[in-house]
């Protein structure tokens, strides 16, 4: 994984597998404080203790297909390696918390990568689901939530061509902004 955002994109997919209904994704930016970091909360079927105390382990998986998970340790190495830290919490049956941070000038920071896309993919292949992206970057932000968007969309699905161009565009000139 060399991108931020293949990172978010993979740990949402546990969030997913995990039962989730909601699923909030934090990006924050704040240059004067020299910090990148990005926070997953879902409300999918969380970990117990014991469970979650080897959660960074790679062999702690409830994967069937292989023997390893490598989502959650390969992000807290990214964060380790870019002079980060890693948290996670979870409570059985209410859900999980986690928030990768990272220094944003360190060498090996990792670059936040394609996050529109990230955004766009999760959004329209995970219907079911609904997100709330919220985007910082020093003092301005953008927030989307999918609840809202379908009420607009009135059961249109976000797979149509145009509401997925549109889509598209959207999150593309507001995250752009961020940076203007
Ligand atoms: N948000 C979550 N809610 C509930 N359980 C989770 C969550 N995230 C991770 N887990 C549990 O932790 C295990 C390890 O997660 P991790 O992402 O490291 O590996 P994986 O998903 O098993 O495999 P991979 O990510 O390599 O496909 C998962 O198999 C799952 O049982
Ligand atoms: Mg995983």
């Known amino acids: 994984m060399k991108e931020l955002s293949l990172h978010i994109l993979d740990l ?14 934090t990006v924050t930016e704040k240059i004067s404080d020299n910090i990148i970091s990005f926070e997953i909360k879902d409300n999918g079927c969380g970990m117990d203790k014991e469970f979650l105390e080897n959660v960074v382990n790679p062999f702690t998986t409830t994967r069937t297909t292989r023997k390893v998970g490598l989502g959650i340790p390969l992000t807290k190495l990214a964060c380790e ?20 941070a990272f220094m944003y ?24 689901t609904d997100f709330i ?12 939530d999918t609840r809202e968007l379908k009420e607009i969309l009135g059961g ?8 997925r161009n549109w889509l ?13």
């Not at 598209?168 to 203007?180: A, D, K, Q, T």
Request: net charge negative.
């Open 156 to 163: 249109v699905p976000f797979n149509e061509p145009d509401v």
């Open 81 to 100: 390696q870019a002079g980060g830290s890693f948290h996670i919490e979870s409570t059985p049956g209410e859900g999980t918390y986690l928030k990768a």
């Open 168 to 180: 598209n565009e959207y999150l593309g000139e507001n995250i752009e902004s961020l940076y203007n």
């Open 105 to 128: 000038d360190h060498i090996d920071r990792q670059p936040l990568g394609d996050i529109k896309s990230t955004v766009l993919t999760l959004i329209t292949m995970r219907e079911a």
């Open 133 to 144: 992206y919220t985007h910082t970057v020093n003092d301005k932000d953008f927030k989307l």
């Open 12 to 25: 949402v997919e546990n969030s997913v597998k995990a039962g989730a209904k909601l699923i909030e994704i």
